[in-house]
């Protein structure tokens, strides 16, 4: 077998067995939903998302209580992010915007085409519970760097 048809054989099985590996739903997705996650990092400590929402579509207020914070950030196309008692924050390619973790929010695609967004999630860890949110964060930082 040559190595373009072996590395064709390996692409293929990958594709055909992802669903075995896919990650639990986030219970804050909702099948309702116009938006689909794809779990791209799922540990103890972090989260990572990326999400297509439909085209000319909102995916509904909601929020995610068990994150530390939440960070959001764009890819190609430009997205509307609104954050509970907020103005409405329109987001070009590759931009960004931080929030606590539980603050409900909302996100628009105001364009004719499926829109690609990502997200980075801190957990509240458990072994952090009984302390404040700046030594939770302290905590998950200290975990995630490299050498631990």
């Known amino acids: 077998m040559t190595n373009r048809y072996r590395g064709l054989t390996v692409l293929a099985l990958l594709v055909s067995c992802s669903a075995v590996f896919a990650q639990a739903p986030d ?23 990326r999400v297509d929402i439909l085209a000319n579509a909102t995916r509904s207020m909601h929020s995610h209580t068990d994150m530390l914070w939440h960070v959001f950030v764009t890819m190609e196309d430009p997205i509307i992010l609104t954050i509970e008692g907020q103005a409405p924050v329109s987001l070009g390619p590759w931009q960004s915007h931080f929030f606590k973790g539980g603050t409900p929010h909302a ?14 999630f801190s957990k509240k860890l458990e ?22």
């Open 107 to 120: 996100i628009t695609n105001p364009s004719n085409k499926v829109a690609r967004f990502l997200e980075f």
């Open 27 to 49: 219970p804050a997705f909702d099948n309702t939903e116009p938006a689909t996650p794809t779990f791209l990092i799922e540990q103890a400590e972090t989260r990572i998302v």
């Open 127 to 148: 072994t952090a519970s009984n302390i404040d949110d700046a030594q939770n964060l302290a905590l998950a930082l200290a975990r995630a760097l490299p050498g631990r």
